[in-house]
């Protein structure tokens, strides 16, 4: 049974950081094209960071510089770290993965997503 499973999210100060991991069951994780993704309440998903299964990343300008996605194959898990965090990070976090070469932009084109954690940036 294909799982992904988020966990990390919580409270944090703006400036603070989380690491978020994503663990995989069911697959090896090697093989696909990974991202992390958000959705605040009343605001369409976004897409955050982006992993190929060649280690290529992207990031949107919007946390370019902050947020680090990053893999540990023997552990089957993705990371996200973000650092500096703003209360417009705040927003429920997803990561999916697809089964597609290179960097994948498109939601539409992932296959699997986890459940989701909650990070929330506040005073």
């Known amino acids: 049974q294909v799982q992904l499973v988020e966990s990390g999210g919580g409270l944090v100060q703006p400036g603070g950081s989380l690491r978020l991991s994503c663990t995989a069951s069911?697959?090896?994780?090697?093989?696909?094209?990974i991202g992390w993704f958000r959705q605040a309440p009343g605001k369409e998903r976004e897409g955050v960071s982006y992993?190929?299964?060649?280690?290529?990343?992207y990031y949107p300008d919007s946390v370019k510089g902050r947020f680090t996605i990053s893999r540990d194959n023997a552990k089957n898990t993705v990371y996200l770290q973000m650092n500096s965090l703003e209360p417009e990070d705040t927003a429920v976090y997803y990561c999916?993965?697809?089964?597609?070469?290179?960097?994948?932009?498109?939601?539409?084109?992932?296959?699997?997503w986890g459940q989701g954690t909650q990070v929330t940036v506040s005073s």
């Open positions: 999916a993965i697809a089964a597609r070469p290179g960097i994948v932009v498109d939601p539409h084109h992932y296959d699997y």
């Open positions: 069911g697959f090896i994780l090697d093989y696909y094209a």
């Open positions: 992993i190929s299964s060649s280690d290529n990343t």
